[in-house]
């Protein structure tokens, strides 16, 4: 197909009449869809329907080691679950505490301790003028909000294929005290479903910070969430690559069960030196008596090991591959050559995300919106919710079934195609 | 009995000679047993049992607004545990927020938010020269944690039969800015087992602070915790109290079912008015996407309503009154009359409260230690862990065996008689 950049004025006055009528079809279908956040459909949860036997009334309730899950106690979690956990990030148990049921709690919290106690011992970032984060961008906007909330500053720094900007990242964390973190979804990423590569993982254990109480926030969300058997990408151990460059504690690393086993109800883990740990635990000790125990065996009994959840999450994948296929089919059918979007395919992750041209996105999503279909809101994927360029759109396939989101892709191609169009014939004048 | 401050130096030293033999023998016994926290029993835990066949694999897992629970979302928790636990403290469903695990958890969050955020948009705590919590003592250590943790300077204000010494907290309270709020077990009090009067809560609700984000944590955490059906305690409703004051916004109450359901695995909730909520939920929707609604349905599935809380908490009562019991009846019959001690005897809660000579809750601690009978720390019900006249002693029952808790109580009472005659010899000297 001809890029519309090559069209003329007249060609492009034909189309956008063509698209409009178009679009005024669609308008009429009635459609109600949502693409707006990466929630797991009801038949997706419903794989993991067992885990609701794993215990029941006749259950012994008791870690291996004997402790009463329904009682009071262990505060970093169970032993079976901090090895769960543990294997599914490749870090040793010894380097686990396990929660509750969010690792998006763990890291407020991680962030809201560090502004009234500091970080090892160093000033509580409340009596600092200026803390600031980094934020590789587009990311994931709940990160956002929590640096937000905190009224601490954000600075873009922008995603490449290998992961965010390394150049960038190493002289803002060398150069500026005042720069205390980063934000990192490192693996199938947030929205674009980048997993940073080797290279990447080891500028960021290389790194010489300016503050010592800078700290990555290495949220592995996505680690065990392959689309393919065959094409998984791979992401070197932080932890290990951090201790081995000599900066055991420059890292916290998040992960949850939320995709995996239920998205209101699994268990979600910190991983972190053991230094960290026991900064953590001071805090811990005075917030809580335990988490659930409870929930952390229940999720031990049903998948057992490692090995349990990766056969699980190939399930999952087997039902969320055509939902993305079917988005980055009609994305490659109809917007293929015209030069006016671009996106990634993912292997893994909840997202696709668009580049839409420059000053486009707002416009496209109210389009899609208006017709009947949501899509995340413009510029949630960036600090303070906006978008520098207004180009960004992300997409999240997992809730609808894939004839949904073909049909919903089908109007969104449309509302491309059609605020492409007007914003290159607005150029023209 | 005689009482020992009665007998002669030559009467107490033959007593000491005896009670000190006794004690040798005691140590010879080889005791093992736990008073130091309020942990259930496992027996007490198994009548709990049954809620673990609430939800399996075949359960509709909606609310019954048709919610999927397994599912992200309701970052206030689920209407049908929202009804349950203000029925529980006797709040409309509609001034409830309900969270994770522990209560003890919303507590720290809430002092912890009040530290960076203010107080419904107040100045942040973190913010000013000095923030000042009132404790009435003995109270529960945790709390006093809580404030100590965050820096937050502690002032004593002693119990009466009634609740708090209420002219000493009106005083501070209105007189003093820094005082942002006060801790309270005001039903079966931890650890005495006070039950605040009518008054104490209507003089609570018409306090006039000085500082405008001056709150009451009004921590309802043995509302439902009777020990007779017969004979119960009444606690008037803050909330509402409050309201009627005209200061809707002065209280937070806090509950859970740790001690209901499961320890480590209940559900726990705050209550406020709206205004508050609104306040938490600004910090809630960035610190979670929602907790665990599905240990809310489980929850609202096993106990079904109030009564079925009511009628479990019943037969945690038969368990837990002859354990108590056990107790009461050795102090009685062992200390009555004396006067080297005194204490309150529990309509409901966790704990038995007993008040040495001053001076003496140490030693005691210690001998009974020695002689394998492990009893809260001494000072722990005090902010900073210092009991001032070093004479209180928390005894918590619940997790040995009735049989146990009479032989514990017999080398406790051994080690006050002991100890007592140290002190009343020392004295003459």
């Known amino acids: 197909m001809k890029a519309y950049k090559e069209l003329s004025k007249a060609e492009l006055i034909q189309l956008k009449e063509e698209l409009e009528a178009a679009y005024s079809d669609a308008?009429?279908?009635?459609?109600?869809?949502?693409?707006?956040?990466?929630?797991?459909?009801?038949?997706?949860?419903?794989m993991t329907m067992g885990i609701m036997d794993a215990l029941d009334a006749s259950s012994g309730m008791k870690t291996e080691a004997g402790v009463d899950c329904r009682n009071y106690g262990l505060v970093d979690g169970i032993p079976e679950a901090k090895k769960l956990m543990g294997d599914m990030i490749g870090v040793p148990a010894e380097n686990v505490i396990v929660c509750g049921n969010a690792s998006l709690t763990i890291m407020y919290d991680t962030v809201s301790r560090s502004m009234t106690h500091g970080v090892l011992g160093s000033t509580p970032w409340c009596k600092l003028d200026k803390v600031k984060f980094l934020c590789p961008v587009p990311g994931y906007d709940r990160h956002f909000g929590i640096t937000e909330h905190f009224g601490i500053e954000m600075i873009n720094v922008p995603m490449t294929a290998e992961g965010p900007d390394m150049d960038m990242v190493e002289k803002l964390v060398s150069e500026d005290a005042a720069v205390k973190g980063i934000w990192c979804v490192p693996k199938y990423s947030n929205p674009q479903?980048?997993?940073?590569?080797?290279?990447?993982?080891k500028r960021f254990a290389a790194l010489k910070p300016a503050a010592e109480d800078f700290r990555i926030f290495w949220d592995n969300a996505y680690v065990v969430h392959h689309l393919y058997d065959e094409k998984q990408d791979e992401l070197l151990d932080i932890l290990g690559e951090c201790e081995k460059a000599g900066h055991p504690d420059m890292v916290y690393e998040f992960c949850s069960t939320?995709?995996?086993?239920?998205?209101?109800?699994?268990?979600?883990?910190?991983?972190?030196?053991?230094?960290?740990?026991?900064?953590?635990?001071?805090?811990?000790?005075?917030?809580?008596?335990?988490?659930?125990?409870?929930?952390?065996?229940?999720?031990?009994?049903?998948?057992?090991?490692i090995n349990g959840i990766q056969e699980h999450m190939k399930k999952h994948a087997a039902l969320l591959r055509p939902k993305f296929e079917a988005v980055l089919k009609v994305l490659e059918n109809e917007l293929g050559g015209l030069q006016i979007g671009s996106w990634v395919e993912p292997r893994g992750g909840y997202f696709i995300c668009f580049e839409a041209l420059e000053g486009c996105a707002s416009q496209i999503i109210a389009k899609c919106k208006e017709a009947g279909v949501v899509l995340t809101k413009a510029g949630a994927p960036f600090p303070y919710g906006k978008d520098p360029k207004d180009s960004v759109i992300r997409i999240a396939p997992s809730f609808p079934t894939p004839e949904e989101m073909a049909q919903a892709t089908d109007l969104f191609v449309l509302c491309v195609k059609l605020v492409s169009v007007e914003k290159l014939l607005s150029a023209m004048e």
């Open 258 to 305: 939320s995709k995996v086993s239920f998205a209101g109800s699994g268990i979600a883990a910190v991983a972190a030196s053991k230094a960290n740990l026991e900064w953590f635990k001071k805090s811990l000790t005075i917030q809580t008596i335990g988490y659930d125990k409870v929930n952390q065996l229940r999720h031990v009994k049903y998948f057992k090991d």
């Open 193 to 201: 479903g980048i997993t940073y590569s080797d290279e990447t993982v």
């Open 27 to 46: 308008k009429g279908k009635g459609l109600s869809l949502d693409m707006s956040r990466g929630k797991p459909a009801a038949t997706q949860l419903d």
